[in-house]
């Protein structure tokens, strides 16, 4: 997609003033994607899609909650001005910073593994809980981010479920949720036939139960002839699994989604700068300053991002889009296994500008430091208004926390 507020001029006029590689990201379309999820009773932010703090803040001021997986997400959300009451914990296992946070602040823990429980009843006695079911089946754009079924870690595995409940009651937890997540980018059948699995899970835990969470997943269109994803129809069919365990505990269930991608992904632009062209046998490659310490997604699942050349057209032929690290790899034109997919681009050469689209979802959020590459800046537009939420990294902040012991 292409934010509206993200036309050609302004993203050239961004990269002069604040450099490249840059980040660009365009809150309109984030309050808009919020507000079509809104038929969730608690939209709960997926954080890791991408955690800047003004984004957390942005999404808090529309009424999100937020999940966090790790010490430093809670960190990030209680900095960001979450309350820890609307702070889900949700992991597989806690580590021992985490269990430390939580003898101190009252958060609420989605359990991914039995032996979590006695740990958390020790730091919280008598607390409630949320657990997530594996129902044995899963789905993801790619097989490295489907967390269902019995290749992935996730989850309580389904038919563990009544003596996970049997462990809770034990170490006198009180279970008042369920939780499900299949998978990153599933379909619509596979998200909907996860909600019915909780359904029939539900009788089991009987009528302490109180919210039910879809978890995230939802897809975006990354190609333009992607489908769009059916959004009402997807608020109706998990209304109706609410409806349908209401019918038997009587009383009203909490209807959650946990959406990551979704809220953030189509706000996000990487603007890059090409920096030298040159060709190779047949191949002709187009080399710019951003890699795959800034998006990593190409590389690691062959997920396909639109580039565009800023106020250039014609004349296009087929290149591929490279960046600087000493890796073969990191090429921003492959498909899964790494096969090279040519792009069709304008002539370029030095100084002109590309952008990679949809790029605000597990971009900045998993870029690294390899090859001493400093982490890019980011920018938030807002309209008329554009604003520097993270400058770029210094490169004395690649080392400061070594020791050089000459
Ligand atoms: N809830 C749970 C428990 C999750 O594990 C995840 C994602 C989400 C929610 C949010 O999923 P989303 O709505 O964003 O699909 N790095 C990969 C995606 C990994 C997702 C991991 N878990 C990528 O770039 O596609």
Same mark, same amino acid.
């Given at each position: ?16 003033? =604040? ?6 990201y ?6 808009a ?11 709960r932010y997926a ?19 937020i ?5 430093? *997400? ?26 430390e946070?939580? #003898? ?35 789905h993801?754009? =790619? =097989?490295?981010v489907t @967390? ?13 479920l ?7 009651? #034990? ?6 949720g ?10 619509? *059948? ?19 139960l109180? @919210? ?15 489908e ?5 129809r ?6 109706? =699994?609410?409806?349908?365990i209401?019918?038997?505990?009587r009383r ?18 990487l603007?890059t ?8 046998? *047949? ?16 590389t ?9 050349a ?28 790494? @096969? ?10 030095p100084g002109d ?7 605000g ?30 400058r770029?990294?210094?490169?004395d902040?690649?080392?400061a ?6």
């Amino acid at each position: 997609m292409r934010p509206a507020g993200l036309d050609d001029a302004r993203l050239a006029a961004l990269a002069r003033e =604040h450099g490249t590689p840059l980040y660009v990201y365009d809150a309109p379309t984030i309050r808009a994607r919020f507000a079509a999820v809104s038929g969730f009773d608690v939209v709960r932010y997926a954080q890791k899609a991408n955690p800047n703090l003004t984004l957390l803040a942005l999404l808090r001021n529309l009424g999100a909650s937020i999940d966090a997986v790790s010490a430093g *997400e809670i960190e990030r959300a209680l900095a960001a001005g979450f309350p820890p009451e609307r702070i889900v914990f949700t992991a597989d296992l806690f580590d021992r910073a985490v269990l430390e946070r939580l #003898a101190r602040l009252p958060i609420h823990v989605n359990v991914g593994s039995r032996d979590m429980l006695a740990q958390f009843a020790a730091v919280q006695p008598g607390a409630e809980v949320t657990l997530r079911v594996n129902p044995g089946f899963g789905h993801g754009h =790619h =097989h490295k981010v489907t @967390t269902g079924g019995s290749d992935s870690k996730h989850g309580i595995w389904h038919d563990e479920l009544a003596a996970a409940l049997d462990d809770a009651r #034990a170490v006198g937890l009180v279970v008042v949720g369920l939780h499900v997540h299949v998978g990153s980018g599933a379909s619509f *059948e596979r998200l909907v036939g996860a909600g019915e699995f909780l359904v029939a899970s539900a009788r089991q835990v009987g009528d302490t139960l109180r @919210t039910l969470s879809a978890g995230g997943g939802l897809p975006v269109r990354y190609r333009e002839s992607d489908e769009a994803f059916p959004i009402e129809r997807y608020v109706r069919a998990w209304r109706e =699994h609410a409806r349908a365990i209401e019918a038997y505990t009587r009383r009203p269930v909490e209807l959650e989604l946990e959406p990551g991608r979704w809220l953030v992904a189509e706000s996000g632009v990487l603007v890059t700068e090409v920096r030298a062209t040159k060709r190779q046998g *047949e191949r002709e490659f187009v080399m710019v300053d951003a890699g795959f310490h800034n998006l990593i997604r190409p590389t690691m699942y062959g997920s396909y991002h639109e580039i565009r050349a800023l106020g250039k057209r014609g004349g296009e032929r087929p290149v591929l889009v490279a960046g600087p690290l000493c890796e073969s790899s990191d090429v921003f034109t492959q498909g899964p296994g790494g @096969t090279l997919e040519p792009i069709e681009l304008p002539p370029l050469s030095p100084g002109d500008l590309l952008a990679i689209h949809d790029v605000g979802a597990y971009g900045a959020s998993m870029a690294s430091n390899y090859n001493s590459q400093p982490l890019a800046a980011e920018v938030l537009v807002d309209g008329g208004h554009s604003y520097v939420i993270r400058r770029r990294q210094r490169f004395d902040e690649l080392f400061a926390a070594e020791r050089d012991l000459r």
